[in-house]
């Protein structure tokens, strides 16, 4: 077996990230050639991905990134099997990778877009592949989404202290000058966060599943079965309209002002701007 130098060993570890015994054993068979020893690494990744591609991973990080110009805005999830890894080093470097990905991928969603996305002619599915050869754990890209701006508004996002849910909601107003308020933008970012911590199934009723519609309609009127007919329909409605006002977006309380619905507090901040404004999309991302 060949010997091989520590400052080999070191210059391999600097190039790949790698433990030194890794990058040691990896230039030992390769022969001392250091492109040969990073395709062993690699291969080692591949390998590793692929015995344990059945493992659920049900944990990571949600993460963001914007534009400067603040028109396009991207989201995404890097999961992983345990808390562990989702907090080391090598893990967090790749989140914070694919947020960059995230937002020069040419494709608004999917996930095998932003992995086949290439930065410097370097995929993210090669850093996957050297994450997973670095933690020893099934890792994949969860979620991805990004807005792009057609006409006036902003985007809010939110990504809350644990790193774990997120936010990004479109907010289309009638110029510039009312989307570059303030006022507004605060708005859009409580929004966001509101919409993390609340869990809104659509933005409004028409936006709900139908099946979803019918399937509560016959719960509520399951449950006032023993009723006249009359007074089942009237409950099925009273409890229908609860039913829209906790799960569609612009009918729920605000989570920093429950006496006023989203769309209310919208509304004030757009009135308050100069114009309108309403919400044309929303996307919330949470890991596990």
């Not at 210059?11 to 030992?28: E, I, S, V």
């Not at 400067?68 to 999961?79: F, P, Q, R, V």
């Not at 792009?148 to 289309?172: A, E, S």
């Amino acid at each position: 077996m060949a010997e091989i130098a520590a400052s080999m060993v070191a210059k391999l570890r600097g190039m790949t990230g790698q433990g030194m015994m890794d990058c040691k054993r990896a230039l030992q068979e390769a022969g001392g050639d250091i492109d040969q020893a990073i395709q062993i690494l690699r291969k080692k990744g591949l390998a590793t991905l692929a015995k344990r591609a059945e493992r659920e991973t049900t944990e990571g990080l949600v993460v963001g990134s914007s534009s400067e110009d603040g028109k396009t805005s991207a989201m995404a999830t890097l999961c992983c099997e345990t808390d562990f890894v989702a907090k080391s080093d090598d893990f967090v470097a790749a989140a914070r990778a694919l947020a960059d990905y995230a937002l020069v991928c040419p494709a608004d969603e999917g996930v095998e877009n932003i992995i086949q996305t290439s930065v410097d002619g370097k995929k993210f599915s090669d850093i996957l592949t050297e994450t997973v050869s670095k933690t020893g754990e099934k890792t994949q890209v969860g979620e991805y989404a990004k807005y792009r701006l057609d006409g006036p508004g902003l985007i809010g996002t939110y990504i809350h202290f644990n790193g774990k849910v997120g936010t990004m909601v479109q907010i289309d107003t009638g110029d510039e000058e009312v989307a570059a308020a303030d006022v507004l933008k605060q708005a859009a970012s409580d929004i966001a966060m509101h919409i993390t911590a609340a869990k809104p199934l659509a933005l409004d009723k028409d936006s709900i599943d139908p099946e979803t519609v019918e399937r509560e309609k016959a719960i509520f009127a399951e449950q006032a079965k023993n009723k006249p007919a009359n007074i089942i329909e009237k409950i099925v409605e009273g409890k229908m309209k609860k039913f829209f006002a906790e799960n569609c977006l612009l009918e729920q309380p605000f989570v920093k002002d429950d006496s006023k619905s989203v769309a209310q507090v919208l509304d004030e901040a757009a009135k308050q701007a100069g114009g309108q404004a309403k919400i044309a999309r929303y996307a919330r991302f949470e890991v596990g």
